[in-house]
């Protein structure tokens, strides 16, 4: 099982408890996770990632072996396609970008482009829909979600385009899956994070009427836990409780 969306580093509007490495490690050896896609998230709020990338491959080079970097790439810095071939020497299992926080509409042309060229490189892009609830973001958080249209828009932009969509809910999932084609729904892949369990059963229903390996395992550590999502998958009804996930390594097999 893969976690393609957890996260270290410090949080801009709040502490966040064990955002290192090594106890992400820990913790995913208690919890029986395989692999992860780690993110920066510092530079997901940063002008300019590049040191942020810098200390992500340095901070999970002890841990490699499981713990796997998504670095932050900016297509609206003159140096972004440097980078991009910088991360992929570096061993990358995909890059990450953040389209709320750097104030980018739908249909952005750098973001096309950004995806385009992550898709040329077999690199899945990796969007997060929200780190927090609405309820909970403090004052000076100011960066709305992540749109269905903004998704949609990186879907189409290209066929070999691949993108794990973060931190989504029911609705949200269900307004893109269906606005799409078969061909661009092939290209996209969730996380379970924001998904409810009972007694609403959202992850069931979703699993019944799109495929559960439209879906893959995620926990949004450490802002979430690992344990809600794990927990969601073993409450799930008898028939769905063999279901198997998506695979986002082999996104382009």
Not at 39 to 58: Q, V
Not at 126 to 143: H, W
Request: net charge negative; glycine share 8%; with cysteine.
């Amino acid at each position: 099982m893969i976690d393609p969306s957890v996260f270290i580093g410090s949080y801009p509007f709040r502490q966040v408890p064990h955002p290192e490495p090594a106890i992400l490690a820990r913790v995913m050896e208690r919890e029986g996770i395989a692999h992860a896609w780690v993110g920066h998230l510092p530079s997901a709020f940063a002008d300019n990632p590049a040191a942020g990338n810098t200390e992500l491959y340095g901070a999970l080079e002890p841990h490699r072996e499981i713990l796997s970097p998504a670095p932050t790439i900016r297509p609206d810095r003159p140096d972004w396609k440097t980078e991009l071939d910088g991360a992929a020497r570096a061993g990358a299992a995909a890059i990450r970008a953040f389209p709320p926080q750097w104030r980018m509409a739908a249909g952005d042309r750098a973001l096309a482009d950004l995806a385009i060229a992550c898709g040329e490189r077999e690199l899945p892009v990796v969007l997060t829909v929200r780190f927090e609830d609405l309820r909970q973001r403090k004052a000076a958080d100011t960066f709305g979600d992540l749109t269905g249209a903004a998704i949609r828009a990186l879907a189409r932009a290209g066929s070999d385009v691949r993108l794990v969509v973060c931190a989504a809910g029911r609705d949200l999932i269900e307004e893109v899956h269906w606005g799409l084609t078969p061909l661009e729904q092939s290209r996209v892949l969730w996380d379970i994070s924001w998904i409810w369990g009972p007694p609403d059963d959202h992850l069931a229903k979703l699993f019944r009427s799109m495929g559960s390996t439209r879906f893959v395992f995620g926990s949004q550590w450490p802002l979430r836990l690992v344990q809600s999502p794990k927990a969601n998958l073993e409450l799930l009804p008898d028939d769905l409780a063999t279901a198997p996930l998506g695979d986002p390594a082999a996104m382009f097999d």
